[in-house]
């Protein structure tokens, strides 16, 4: 179990990470999302022990690892660039960690033998990295970064350096040996499809802060705020007034009003937080807000379509994502009614 | 048609024109080295040109001589422990200035390449005078130091080249593994730039070897490099004889710099 409490890096008066407590538990696959400048790859190099934090506490399974050394943390990573050693072959690399350890030379052949194993590739001991692909690479990085059993591990964007096909099978793999060695991940990447196939929890960083942790589902249905709604859930923001009537509230937005069930949500003037897939031409029985548009342009996508429409004298800029068929027969230029599906919106402070 | 022939014809002018260039420029650059391996291989006492007797006389001249033959130990007396030192100057400087955070990183690069900017004379000029000072004048330690620091620029430059093709984060891979800060340096960044070095120490050497300039200020009367010794014997007569030392002078650093280029190719990380 890995415990951050007021973990804090400033250089000089500037703080790339500020004050980020955060909880993995053991086993748990933790995402550390942002956009670039966020201070995730800070925050994973201090846990890592690359960078000397300022303040705060780190607890790895309890032992206070915040002034320990890299090489004493025990700690594996996994870098974007794979950064395998070049001189060395493959099985060198894996037992690099492992000799480092002491490890008999029998154990050493066993474990890495075992770890090639895992990740589907034995017959490449003998092998330099440059003989390698790309995604081959980054799984004898892994093979590498577990072979020590480290109780905890590190990723920085893994798979940004690789072909898109390649990325989703190596999530794949990414998947299956968390699930077979279970180690603690703490895994940074600025891809959502990536936080949300891969992690347990996602926590969300802006500008050196932790602005949300929870699970990718929770994060995504109820963002704890505007910048997780926009940046996470993708979503769009309407300014809205929120009143607390009969058990349930009642949404002012878009020029109507709508009842919403959402407990727990602040009232008074608020953001609706909602995703396009979420708003669609209305077909006669609205059961959320009906605002009426204009489409300014049609995009066909495949599956879907994206209707990019305005409402009103202040020109609201308002995306509908529709199944492709229900896109039939609208053009740019007319009029339709959408139906803004209010109970699966959000409401954020504004 | 007539229009695209013409243009097709000028380009033709260009292009002949443009290899006329090209020849010259590779003539004139290596027609002095050319010019003396020739007259090398001639017995002739007084420059003529064209030269008339052939023979292998200077040759055998330089190889039983004793001046010569303690001019060319005398060299490698002072250059090999001489490019030792830059590379054991070089290196840690390399590493700590691209990976270490520095202030005023750039102004101190500047500062180790400085020995390659000043004009050479004016830069012994200055060595002399803090040496004269320092009763360093004719110091076999001496005359290395500052062999080794004249050296320093390209052998730094080549070693730096290097270590920024190596990414950051090897050693930082290596350290989470287990290895303390030296293991890792040495393991990995140290033994990736091995190459780089052997290259470096080579051209340190080729550099102090080819020195005449800081030998002639600093040595005093008794310390003869090869190539002082060639300077030294042109100031009296033109001697024929140090055409056939400049030959094998000449075929030797030739010799260097073509291993390095085979040692550079060989190791360099595909």
């Known amino acids: ?350 | 048609m007539t229009e695209q022939l013409t243009k097709n014809r000028w380009d033709t002018v260009g292009q002949a024109t443009f290899r006329v260039i090209q020849i010259l420029a590779i003539i004139f650059c290596i027609a002095p080295a050319l010019i003396v391996l020739l007259y090398s291989f001639y017995e002739d006492v007084f420059i003529n040109f064209p030269p008339v007797r052939p023979g292998l006389g200077l040759y055998e001249n330089l190889f039983t001589q004793k001046r010569w033959l303690d001019a060319i130990w005398v060299s490698f007396l002072i250059c090999i422990p001489a490019a030792l030192l830059t590379v054991l100057l070089v290196v840690p400087a390399a590493i700590a200035l691209e990976r270490a955070k520095i202030r005023n990183r750039d102004a101190l690069e500047f500062t180790a390449l400085i020995p390659m900017l000043i004009p050479t004379t004016a830069y012994a000029v200055g060595v002399y005078i803090i040496y004269l000072e320092a009763g360093l004048v004719g110091n076999y330690w001496g005359i290395i130091f500052t062999e080794s620091i004249v050296a320093a620029p390209a052998s730094f430059l080549i070693v730096r080249a290097a270590l920024r093709r190596l990414p950051h984060n090897l050693d930082q891979v290596a350290m989470s593994l287990g290895a303390s800060r030296l293991k890792a340096l040495l393991d990995v960044t140290v033994r990736l730039l091995i190459p780089a070095m052997a290259v470096s120490t080579l051209f340190a050497f080729i550099h102090a070897f080819n020195d005449a300039t800081f030998i002639v200020f600093l040595a005093g009367p008794g310390t003869a490099t090869v190539a002082k010794t060639i300077f030294d014997a042109l100031a009296y007569a033109i001697e024929p004889k140090v055409a056939a030392l400049s030959g094998v002078f000449m075929l030797f650093v030739m010799l260097l710099v073509v291993v390095g280029q085979i040692v550079r190719r060989k190791t360099q990380p595909r």
């Open chain 1, 1 to 350: 179990m890995l415990e951050l409490i007021g973990v804090t890096k400033k250089y000089g008066e500037v703080a790339a990470v500020q004050s980020c407590t955060l909880t993995v538990n053991t086993g748990e696959f933790v995402t550390l999302l942002g956009p670039s400048g966020s201070g995730k790859s800070t925050l994973l190099s201090l846990i890592a022990g690359f960078t000397p934090l300022t303040e705060g506490t780190m607890l790895l399974d309890g032992r206070d690892i915040s002034r320990v050394s890299a090489a004493e943390r025990g700690i594996g990573v996994v870098f974007q660039n794979y950064a395998l050693f070049p001189h060395m072959t493959i099985f060198e690399n894996v037992a690099y960690g492992l000799h480092r350890r002491r490890w008999t030379t029998d154990r050493i052949r066993q474990r890495v033998e075992e770890m090639l194993e895992l990740i589907g590739l034995p017959q490449i001991a003998r092998r330099r990295p440059d003989q390698l692909s790309g995604g081959q690479q980054q799984r004898v990085a892994l093979a590498r970064a577990l072979a020590f059993q480290p109780s905890l591990l590190l990723m920085d964007e893994p798979l940004g350096a690789l072909d898109r096909e390649i990325r989703d099978q190596m999530q794949q793999e990414i998947r299956r040996i968390h699930r077979e060695a279970r180690p603690s991940v703490v895994y940074v990447t600025h891809n959502r499809e990536e936080a949300f196939a891969l992690s347990d929890r996602v926590a969300i960083l802006e500008s050196g802060q932790v602005r949300a942790y929870d699970t990718a589902h929770t994060l995504y249905t109820r963002p704890a705020n505007r910048f997780v709604a926009s940046f996470f859930g993708a979503h769009q923001l309407f300014p809205a007034k929120a009143k607390a009537r009969d058990g349930a509230l009642e949404v002012f937005a878009l020029d109507t009003t709508a009842r919403m069930t959402a407990p727990g949500t602040p009232d008074g003037d608020v953001l609706l937080a909602i995703g396009a897939r979420d708003i669609m031409p209305a077909n006669g029985a609205a059961s959320g807000l009906s605002v009426p548009v204009r489409i300014d342009d049609v995009v066909y996508m495949g599956d879907t379509t994206r209707l990019i429409c305005r409402h009103g004298p202040s020109s609201t800029r308002i995306i509908s994502e529709v199944d492709s068929h229900l896109a039939q027969g609208l053009s740019i230029g007319s009029d339709t009614v959408l139906d803004v599906r209010i109970e699966r919106a959000a409401l954020v402070a504004a």
